[in-house]
């Protein structure tokens, strides 16, 4: 199973950016899907994550601001990203869990930066 992430880059204080992250498998077998980021130093955090019964979860950090979502039909989900601040700056990165495995996939990363 593959994950491939798209959508990174650089942004200016308060604007937007979508992430997207499609998985190379049947929505059948994905139970969680969501997002994570990390800085050098920190640990790796969760952002948002929605699972097949349309549960949300979200950090307080991005709460009003960011949108998890999932297009079944694609098995691919995704990350609205409004009114970004600086402190949003981080690698981001796409986690599948899939209903036949203990732990969870990751993408390969995509990096968000928002400077002026």
């Known amino acids: 199973v593959q994950l491939q992430a798209s959508g990174g880059g650089l942004v200016q204080p308060g604007g937007s950016l979508r992430l997207s992250c499609a998985a190379s498998?049947?929505?059948?077998?994905?139970?969680?899907m969501g997002w994570y980021r990390q800085v050098p130093g920190k640990q790796r955090e969760l952002v948002a994550a929605?699972?097949?019964?349309?549960?949300?979860d979200y950090a307080d950090s991005v709460k009003g601001r960011f949108t998890v979502s999932r297009d079944n039909a694609k098995s691919t989900v995704y990350l609205q990203m409004n009114s970004l601040k600086p402190e949003d700056t981080a690698v981001y990165y796409c986690?599948?869990?899939?209903?036949?495995?203990?732990?969870?996939?990751w993408g390969q990363g995509t990096l968000v930066t928002v400077s002026s």
């Open positions: 986690n599948v869990l899939l209903t036949y495995r203990f732990t969870p996939l």
């Open positions: 498998e049947s929505i059948a077998n994905i139970n969680v």
């Open positions: 929605i699972t097949s019964d349309g549960s949300i």
